[in-house]
Nanobody
């Protein structure tokens, strides 16, 4: 079965950096669009970043543009989220997701597979 396993979360001070990883198995990774979403306590899950099947096209929510970078390694079946200049408002559980699609997918409802999430906490 499809499994997406996130790692790399943790506690960091404001201004710091973290790199999240999401290892995929049970699917032909290079055929899937990948995305990162986050959910803060009491809030709905929201889009953060997405990358197309080949890694050549990306998209970001406005609040992370210039600070976060999504990338993928199709040889390692892994997608990454490099997060720099972190802010307290970035605190959330971060989820990766996969969708059988060649393009960039930003809508939560379109994703078929989800990981279990990894906690990111940014202290002020």
């Amino acid at each position: 079965q499809v499994q997406l396993v996130e790692s790399g979360g943790g506690l960091v001070q404001a201004g710091g950096s973290l790199r999240l990883s999401c290892a995929a198995s049970g699917l032909i990774f290079r055929r899937y669009a990948m995305g990162w979403f986050r959910q803060a306590p009491g809030k709905e899950r929201e889009f953060v970043a997405a990358v197309n099947y080949s890694g050549t096209t990306t998209d970001y929510t406005d609040s992370v543009k210039g600070r976060f970078a999504i990338s993928r390694d199709n040889a390692q079946d892994t997608v990454y989220l490099q997060m720099n200049t972190l802010k307290p408002e970035d605190t959330a559980v971060y989820y990766c997701a996969a969708e059988r699609n060649s393009g960039v997918v930003t809508r939560l409802e379109e994703y078929d597979f989800w990981g279990q999430g990894t906690q990111v906490t940014v202290s002020s």
